[in-house]
């Protein structure tokens, strides 16, 4: 069985260059309706975080991913 993102990819094939309709191409290849609709928003701060996240766990080598994590949360803001 494929993966999720795979069956959705094929769904959206199915429906892109057959015409087939979406509810049918999600009950085919057994994907939510939800699933091949969702589309994720990508953030300018997602990045700016994950290089803050970075370069605080390699100058905080004993906190560990989780504790600078929360520094950057609650101290950070």
């Not at 069985?1 to 990819?9: D, F, L, P, T, V």
């Not at 994907?31 to 928003?41: A, G, I, Q």
Request: charged share 25%; net charge positive; glycine share 10%.
């Amino acid at each position: 069985m494929a993966r999720e993102g795979q069956r959705r990819e094929l769904a959206v094939k199915a429906v892109a260059m057959k015409g087939v309709s979406i509810a049918l191409a999600c009950r085919t290849f057994q994907v939510s309706e939800t699933c091949y609709r969702y589309s994720p928003k990508l953030d300018d701060e997602n990045g700016q975080i994950a290089d803050l996240l970075l370069g605080l766990t390699k100058a905080k080598k004993i906190w560990g991913f989780g504790l600078c994590f929360l520094y950057l949360r609650n101290v950070q803001g």
